[in-house]
């Protein structure tokens, strides 16, 4: 390993000497401690029969986090506006092809507002809905 640094850099060398031949020991970098995981108690939060895939957006452009799921066995998505303290608001169902078995979330239009579309499992169809920014 060589390093091209100006003269005037003798003190920068030896820093950077030294920092290649230190082992990194950040947390969570190989050979360091794991980094422990740990969750608040689980809270259950209803998204339609058959919820399939699970996805985030900002689907009422609020800054806060919501959740959609593709409901299988009720044709539809179910989004839940999030109030940015890990709580969310009563579902709101958009309706899809039939059997929606997976959902992504995306800015399909490139208009900045965050839009879903479901893999439709049944009706071999993907829906696609176009955000308005209200959720
Ligand atoms: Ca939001
Ligand atoms: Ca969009």
Redesign the pocket.
Same mark, same amino acid.
């Given at each position: 390993m060589s390093f091209t640094l100006p003269a005037s850099g003798l003190l920068r060398r030896a820093t950077v000497l030294l920092a290649a031949a230190l082992p990194l020991a950040l947390p969570g970098a190989a050979g360091a401690a794991p980094l422990a995981a740990d969750f608040a108690p689980a809270a259950a939060i209803t998204m339609g029969n058959g919820p399939r895939g699970l996805e985030s957006g900002d689907f009422n452009a609020d800054g806060k986090r919501d959740l959609i799921s593709a409901s299988q066995l009720s044709n539809a998505a179910i989004v839940r506006l999030g109030n940015g303290a890990g709580g969310f608001g009563s579902p709101v169902t958009w309706s899809t092809g039939a059997g929606p078995f997976a959902v992504t979330v995306? #800015?399909?239009? %490139?208009?900045?507002?965050? #839009?879903f579309a479901t893999a439709n499992v049944s009706a071999s169809t993907v829906t696609v809905r176009? %955000?308005t %920014?209200t959720g």
């Open positions: 995306a #800015d399909l239009n %490139g208009d900045g507002r965050q #839009d176009l %955000g %920014g």
